[in-house]
């Protein structure tokens, strides 16, 4: 008996040991990251892994905004992502939305077409996307930084959102109906209350995607006023790929709003099992 | 509101969405597809080459080097990556206590911007002093030059890959909660043990969500070698790291043959296309049959 008794308590141990040292190997480089950044620039670099700098460089977080124009590059971002999540979550929750409502043979066209645009090859489009930007003169603008949020960012985002819209029941939709509300005003005022955890995802995860954004600032941006967080890095690390406090530093800048907004929603993501709501079927 | 009037409102709704995937892909994939076949350098009109594109590439020693990198790179990454999302999920997929912080370090990596991941890794694997050596060196094991070694190169941005699989990690923590109860106390009334379990009843039950999890992470291994390459070891040393997206972009951006590169690109579309072909095949169907 004290067998059986005592075999959950050890089950529960070696859990807790396992699951922590893979959060340590998954969680620690962001903790030498941290003080990799905070190290006097110059200095010969450690033999051993260092936790502590001594010094304690604060200036090395002034100085790279000395180095580039990181304040204006950021400024761009932020703009670029205030901009890209209410295009998004406009364009996909209304195309979710129709989806939802269209008679069945229609709804199935537009789910099949949902998810093969998950599996285009995004690599292929390159080339010929900077061709049709270039004819509708959008290179060098913000516009062209934007243009994937015209299709709501990633067809993800619009199955999100039909997920979502999907268990309104008929019944609550039907009854607007007959009130003589149009969709712009279902779609207002029942569905999209109604879809608020849908809606905090979306918005969230647009966010990351254009704050990260490398490869469209990249292909077809050629103004340097115009330039987002992320070729800031490219061009710090051409700069002197061997300064790495002031790299790390950088890359710290870059992901504080991420991580932050991260540990604001993550509870809503990860712990209280929404997340079947967010990508189950 | 008449039915019909509805119906046309609704379709306006879409439409933006619409419009946008058409100038977005499909424009751009049926361009790519007619360019493939011209001489475009995107100043003089496009001349009409026929296969001539198609030939110069395959008789190129650099792209036949990309490609191979390339099929290697997802070789190595899908197989591994689909593991370790699995065996995450397997792990931190029931409710208990601390459960959430677990989960979140896990899924930490994956939200870090490409270009801040690729920085990081390029200061772990510092052969002199990042500090993935500096633990081996002390634990008395032997050092790599990691991207340094033409030998290593492709293997080490092969392991950055490894600790972004919060996607897959979260699509099947999703399924494993869609398994009923039931399942569970049935097999343990059963006494069976628990590598049976998941070997008889977890597997066959999540195999519509893994080949979910197999499909997305072959279109993202296929491409998301990008940044690294490019920030990490601009393709070197000596072409270890040169994969097909950058190829693409150093072809089309850097010497803007635009027709070479819209070859390459239809070219990708039905590699592409045939790895998803294959791995259907593997999985025997899409697996919903035995779908809750």
């Known amino acids: ?31 030498w990251v941290l003080a990799a ?4 620039p110059g200095t010969p670099p450690p033999r051993t892994i260092e936790w502590f700098p001594d010094p304690i460089a604060w200036g090395n977080y002034a100085q790279v905004f000395e180095l580039i124009p990181l304040g204006r590059y950021l400024f761009n971002s932020l703009l670029l992502a205030a901009l890209a999540v209410p295009l998004t979550v406009l364009i996909a929750s209304w195309a979710a939305f129709a989806m939802a409502q269209l008679p069945p043979r229609v709804r199935y066209t ?7 645009l998950r599996m285009v090859p995004i690599t292929a489009l390159w080339l010929t996307r900077f061709l049709v930007l270039k004819e509708l ?85 050629k103004s340097e006023s115009r330039y987002t967080i992320s070729v800031g890095l490219r061009i710090l690390q051409q700069l002197d790929a061997t300064n790495w406090p002031l790299l790390m530093a950088g890359v710290v800048i870059m992901m504080l709003p991420i991580v932050l907004l991260f540990v604001i929603v993550q509870r809503a993501f990860l712990v209280e099992g929404k997340i079947a709501g967010v990508y189950g079927n | 509101m008449s039915h019909t009037r ?33 001489s475009y350098d995107g100043l003089t009109p ?15 020693p650099l792209f036949r080097t990309a490609v191979l990198n390339s099929l290697i790179f997802v070789i190595v990454t899908v197989p591994m990556r689909t593991v370790i999302a699995l065996g995450l999920a397997l792990l931190l997929y029931r409710p208990r206590r601390g459960v959430g912080l677990y989960r979140a370090a896990v899924y930490l990596p994956t939200v870090v911007p490409g270009v801040a991941y690729a920085l990081i890794w390029l200061w772990l694997l510092n052969p002199l002093y990042g500090p993935l050596n500096l633990i081996l060196g002390g634990l008395g094991l032997p050092t790599l030059a990691w991207l340094v070694d033409p030998r290593t190169a492709l293997l080490a941005i092969a392991l950055t890959t490894l600790f972004q699989v919060g996607e897959g990690f979260v699509v099947l923590l999703a399924g494993l909660q869609e398994i009923p109860n039931d399942y569970y106390e049935a097999a343990a009334l059963d006494g069976a043990g628990r590598f049976a379990f998941v070997r008889h009843i977890t597997l ?23 940044t690294p390459a490019l920030l990490m070891t601009g393709g070197g040393p000596y072409y270890a790291t040169l994969f097909v997206p950058l190829l693409i972009y150093q072809t089309a951006f850097d010497r803007f043959r635009f027709g070479e590169g819209a070859a390459m690109t239809t070219l990708v579309f039905i590699g592409v296309g045939l790895l998803i072909l294959l791995t259907h095949r593997l999985f025997g169907g899409w697996g919903y049959d035995d779908a809750v």
């Open chain 1, 1 to 31: 008996m004290m067998m059986l008794s005592n075999r959950p308590r050890y089950q529960t141990f070696v859990f807790h040991l396992l699951a922590a040292s893979i959060a340590l190997v998954f969680g620690l480089p962001a903790l």
């Open chain 1, 137 to 221: 003169h959008l290179i060098d603008t913000f516009a062209a930084l934007l243009a994937p949020a015209w299709m709501g960012s990633s067809p993800f985002f619009v199955l999100i959102f039909y997920w979502s819209f999907r268990r309104i029941p008929p019944a609550l939709i039907d009854s607007a109906r007959l009130d003589g509300l149009g969709p712009l005003a279902i779609w207002a005022r029942i569905a999209m209350p109604l879809a608020r955890s849908a809606t905090v995802a979306v918005s969230v995860l647009t966010f990351v995607q254009y704050w990260s954004d490398f490869i469209n600032p990249l292909l077809y941006l």
């Open chain 2, 204 to 226: 066959p039950l999540l195999a519509p969500w893994l080949l979910l999890v197999v499909i997305r992470d072959l279109i993202v291994s296929a491409q998301n070698t990008f």
């Open chain 2, 6 to 38: 509805y119906q046309v409102s609704l379709y306006l709704l879409l439409a933006p969405f619409l419009i946008g995937v058409l100038l977005l892909v499909i424009v751009p994939a049926a361009l790519s597809f007619g360019l493939a076949f011209t």
């Open chain 2, 46 to 60: 496009p001349d009409w080459l026929g296969f001539a594109n198609f030939r110069h590439i395959f008789a190129d």
């Open chain 1, 110 to 116: 537009l789910l099949a077409l949902a998810v093969a």
């Open chain 1, 37 to 40: 950044s905070l190290r006097q």
